[in-house]
T-cell receptor
Framework: QKEVEQNSGPLSVPEGAIASLNCTYS??????FFWYRQYSGKSPELIMSIYSNGDKEDGRFTAQLNKASQYVSLLIRDSQPSDSATYLC????????????FGKGTRLHILP | SQTIHQWPATLVQPVGSPLSLECTVE??????LYWYRQAAGRGLQLLFYSVGIGQISSEVPQNLSASRPQDRQFILSSKKLLLSDSGFYLCAWSPWDRGAYEQYFGPGTRLTVT
């Protein structure tokens, strides 16, 4: 059973600080990794994808991947109240008929 | 650019009634299509996925079915709804033919079975 684990939170972070969200996965053959943001009552929105070990930066967001440790993280710099949401980690194999496995998400609360 | 549509946005149906939810994608061809359900306070549950017209794979045995009559149209159906079918139904697409595997979600349909 392929699994993606996240701390459910809530994770409370002061405005302007760095929010760090973590995720581990069980399938060592996983090739594609994603972070989604989901506001309450809305659908998930893709914010980052990462395919190789290391860091990938996009604006205030940095995704970090360590395949040896089976660990993915998302850093949000200069956290804003609008970043308050649930963040879903998602992991996929390398074939067209592979399914994305989603974690249950971490609730992030940015304190004004 | 690509756009994904779902309708209706909200739906209240009695137990035992039929269901039809529709999803369409614009601006791409030959996408992978997915139906997910998200129950209150729970994670995303993959229900069905399709890699082409008429090709449907079911992930969870249940009273739901899916069809893909056209390349960019995906329909979720039920003949008789159960209380446990309540939830947030999400359609997603993936641009597989560009070598990208990200999934993009539609706005969702919130279904309440009474």
């Amino acid at each position: 059973q392929k699994e993606v684990e996240q701390n459910s939170g809530p994770l409370s972070v002061p405005e302007g600080a760095i929010a760090s969200l973590n995720c581990t996965y069980s399938d060592r053959g996983s090739q594609s990794f994603f972070w989604y943001r989901q506001y309450s009552g809305k659908s998930p929105e893709l914010i980052m994808s990462i395919y190789s070990n290391g860091d990938k930066e996009d604006g205030r967001f940095t995704a970090q991947l360590n395949k040896a440790s089976q660990y993915v993280s998302l850093l949000i710099r200069d956290s804003q109240p609008s970043d308050s949401a649930t963040y879903l980690c998602a992991v996929m194999g390398g074939n067209r008929d592979d399914k994305i496995i989603f974690g249950k998400g971490t609730r992030l609360h940015i304190l004004p | 650019s690509q756009t994904i549509h779902q309708w209706p946005a909200t739906l209240v149906q009695p137990v035992g009634s039929p269901l039809s939810l529709e999803c369409t994608v614009e601006g791409t061809s030959n996408p992978n299509l997915y139906w997910y359900r998200q129950a209150a306070g729970r994670g995303l549950q993959l229900l069905f996925y399709s890699v082409g017209i008429g090709q449907i794979s079911s992930e969870v045995p249940q009273n739901l079915s899916a069809s893909r009559p056209q390349d960019r149209q995906f329909i979720l159906s039920s003949k008789k709804l159960l209380l446990s079918d309540s939830g947030f139904y999400l359609c997603a697409w993936s641009p597989w033919d560009r070598g990208a595997y990200e999934q993009y979600f539609g706005p969702g349909t919130r279904l309440t079975v009474t």
